[in-house]
């Protein structure tokens, strides 16, 4: 029949392969496995090599390859064959560099990986891309300031039509009107002039942006390439369909009215940064109480910041701030005695040669932590040199640096009332009736579902977007306000795909730092738009196809898909049905591991494509002392760290067999417990690190798979194993030096406890 499918097996006897391992008894492995035919090279990477294939798959020999070789994480771009499914079967990494070449132990381990490559083969298949519809290649930019205005030109200059959307009545933000900023320009000495008027003006006359003043979003639907947004301005509104969304709202300064310690509504001399900036643009400073120009200013450095009754963290930029605003004060009038008064001065980069030219010009540096300003300005410090309290008096003003707090909200605007439609879920099983209180939300409507969302996700304030999501109007947030755009794991990123933010709403950063931030979300922005034309994923997945199917003839609606899902892709229809919004989703399977009745599935990834792998390892039966532990590893950091423990020549217990997995998201608690009842020893989820510092590129893999396994030990009670036979494990992609280790910890802890009585069952 013409969609039979024909396994073709190839084995590389390359980089040691062919010295560690009998490739003839991996061939025959592989046959018995129920594959077409198998066949052996000395350099599958090679171009005979890749032609053997390419000639395979020509004559119609073969169309589904597996490759019995090198990692899947490398040579992809020889190993991948258009129109072909193509699974990896890792042979080198995993097998013969991190084992003894000629065991016994290692030939198994190379056959097993290859049962498991066929049979992932046979149930897996070549996912197509789901055709959408029209796609809309304009961006929308949300915030009308520099980091807003430098974004629209950029989304401009590359050839794409943008929306800029400002809630204000006029573009330019907060720094608007500030005369000098930052030095952004060699030689970094010297305040320079504001580039924000110029760049208005750039705005205005550039034909591909279209200006919007007055404007807020009044409500975001759809998904990447083909959000529909309703701009509301005054009593009018109007809908848009966009590609992409940049969100560039900025910052604001912390409210100064909480230092009452450090002087600010004490004395009217004592002013915050932001404040000096508007009396430099109104004329020559001079003293709010008498009208003088001050002759001996201080400046107080982290005032509010890195204080947790305040702002917890640092907001970076104010040192140079400071800098600039006592450079200015100098040389309006040389006689000015400038002092910075700081904790910790940060200058990174360039901003170090501005810090040099602050100190030739006279301005004073001291190292302490001021505690508190009196009514006389009176500054009273703790030196760190001199190890004591000492008392700055006899100043004319003193400026607080203030922090930089995020608008991930509209402020002003009030909170929305969450609905039955947009339910918070919550972990309290004794009580799932009762309403719980979520900070920006009222009555929130609890249902007995797994909960994954936080305090510090709901923000205060009203939705900048007003997303009509299953989750949620607001953007996910991290700590302190700022949008969850994780450092290490996807910068400019949201947990809402094709929603992008940049500039200060993500971190504390200069100008300088902004104006680059805003590229790279355009950017990312734009391919966004370019993958989810053409049906493909977006990161950390790019370019992936498969998307979760739902078999609704099963589906008890029990909405765990809908909550769970890290990224809003999945709502809920009339009946209580989920629908899945496919380019918001990220292909991480999340959904397939919450799903108790195990309705969704992709084409070549599902919980029982998982099962029949680990089923197709030979389990040595319980008096060959040789046990079988079943690893699960997340493909973003646990897998990548395995691998460099094989390349780095790390060894460990022979005893474990591996399956990458997309996140441990997608784990079910049957993997685990059919794993057990199959007679393997022990199982093993090795994912990302979770927690408030997470690394876990679906943001919350680890930590559902903690979850889930908190009730794996009803099973084990179940089937009378010990809990101690599944473990958890949080593995980065740095630590290929101790991975090892650990396996071989909880190996001798498995020997330990003794081997499964379910061998041979």
């Keep these: 029949m013409a969609d039979e499918k024909k396994i073709g097996v190839y084995l590389c006897s390359g980089c040691g392969i062919g010295d560690a391992i009998n490739v003839s008894a991996t061939e025959t492995a592989a046959t018995k496995q129920k594959a ?46 258009d129109g072909t499914n193509v699974v990896r079967s890792n042979l080198r990494e995993q097998v013969v560099w991190s084992h003894p070449a000629g065991d016994e132990d290692t030939q198994m381990m190379a056959d097993d990986n290859v049962r498991m490559g066929v049979t992932q083969a046979r149930l897996g298949n070549l996912p197509t891309a789901l055709a959408e519809g029209e796609f809309s290649d304009t961006l929308l930019i949300v915030g009308g300031g520099y980091v807003g ?34 030095p952004d320009d060699a030689p970094y000495r010297e305040p320079q002039d504001n580039p924000v008027p110029g760049l208005i003006e750039t705005v205005k006359n550039n034909a591909k942006i279209t200006i919007m003043t007055n404007t807020t979003v009044a409500k975001t639907d759809g998904m990447p390439g083909r959000f529909v947004v309703e701009l509301a301005k005054g009593g009018t509104s109007s809908v848009e369909t966009v590609g992409a969304i940049i969100v560039a709202t900025g910052w604001r300064p912390y409210d100064a009215n909480k230092l009452g310690h450090l002087g600010y509504g004490v004395s009217p001399d004592v002013v915050t940064n932001v404040e000096l900036e508007a009396m430099f643009a109104a004329g020559p400073v001079k003293r709010k109480s008498n009208g003088s120009a001050p002759k001996q200013v201080a400046f107080v450095q982290c005032a509010g910041s890195r204080d947790p009754a305040h702002l917890p963290y640092c907001s970076s930029v104010c040192c140079s701030q400071s800098i600039k605003n006592a450079l200015r004060l100098i040389e309006a009038d040389p006689d000015v005695m400038c002092t910075i008064i700081f904790d910790e001065l940060r200058t990174p980069g ?97 249902a007995p579902a797994v909960q994954v969302r936080t305090q510090n996700e709901v923000p205060d304030g009203a939705p900048i977007l007003n997303l009509q999501y299953r989750q949620g109007p607001h953007i996910p947030i991290l700590a302190d306000g700022f949008s969850d755009s994780h450092y290490i ?28 931030d805003a590229a790279g979300a355009v950017l990312k922005g734009i391919q966004a738009i370019h993958n989810v034309r053409h049906g493909r994923s977006l990161h950390p997945r790019v370019g992936d196809l498969s998307y979760p199917k739902f078999g609704l003839s099963q589906c008890t609606k029990c909405r765990r898909c809908t909550v769970e ?184 802890n498995i020997v330990k406890i003794g081997l499964n009585p379910f061998k041979g069952f």
């Excluded at 909170?415 to 099983?429: F, K, R, T």
Aim: hydrophobic residues 40%; aromatic residues 6%.
């Design 36 to 81: 077409s035919f198998c066949k052996s090279h000395s350099a599958l990477c090679s171009e005979e090599g890749v032609n053997l294939i390419k000639g395979d798959i020509a004559s119609g020999e073969t169309n589904s390859v597996v490759i019995g070789a090198c990692s899947g994480r490398v040579m992809t771009d020889k190993f991948q064959f």
């Design 350 to 446: 360039t901003a170090e040669e501005f810090y040099r030219s602050a100190q030739e010009k006279g301005v004073v540096f001291v190292k302490g932590k001021v505690a508190t300003v009196d009514g006389n300005l009176t500054v009273t410090y703790h030196d760190d040199l001199l190890g004591d309290d000492i008392p700055m008096a006899g100043l004319d003003m003193v400026v607080l640096a203030t922090g930089m707090v995020p608008n991930s909200t509209n402020t002003e605007g009030a909170a929305i009332e969450l609905n039955p439609e947009q339910a918070v879920y919550s972990h309290d099983d004794i009580n799932p009736a009762a309403p719980i209180q979520v900070a920006g939300y009222k009555d929130g409507v609890v």
């Design 149 to 182: 205005m430098t974004a629209a030109l950029e989304a401009a200059k590359s050839g794409h039509q943008a929306i800029l959307v400002e809630r204000s009545d006029s573009l330019g933000g907060m720094i608007k009107d500030w005369t000098r900023v930052n």
């Design 489 to 516: 794991c996807f910068p400019y990123e949201t947990r809402r795909t094709g929603i992008y933010t940049c500039g200060p709403v993500r971190r504390p950063m200069d100008m300088g730092e902004a104006g680059l």
């Design 565 to 748: 899902c890290p990224f809003g892709a999945i709502d809920e229809q009339a009946d209580g049905y989920p629908t899945l919004n496919a380019s918001r989703c990220r292909r991480c399977g999340t959904c397939m591991g919450a799903c108790p009745v195990r309705t969704i599935s992709f084409d070549n990834y599902s919980v029982d494509m998982i099962n029949q792998m680990a089923a197709s390892c030979e389990i040595p039966d319980e008096f060959s002392g040789k046990a079988r532990i079943l690893i699960l590893a997340c493909e973003n950091d646990a897998y990548p760290a395995l691998d460099m423990s094989g390349i780095n020549r790390h060894t460990y217990s022979a005893f474990v067999r591996i399956i990458p997995v997309r996140c441990l998201g997608s784990v079910s608690l049957l993997n685990v417990s059919e794993a057990l009842s199959k007679g393997y020893d022990g199982v093993v989820l090795m994912g990302c690190k979770s927690g408030d510092d997470y690394q876990c590129h679906f943001v919350k893999g680890s930590a559902l798979a903690k979850e889930r396994m908190g009730k794996v030990s009803e099973t084990l009670k179940s089937m009378m194993l010990e809990p101690e036979r599944v473990q958890s494990m949080e593995i980065a992609i740095s630590d290929s030096a101790r991975v090892g280790k650990i396996i071989d910890d909880f190996a001798a």
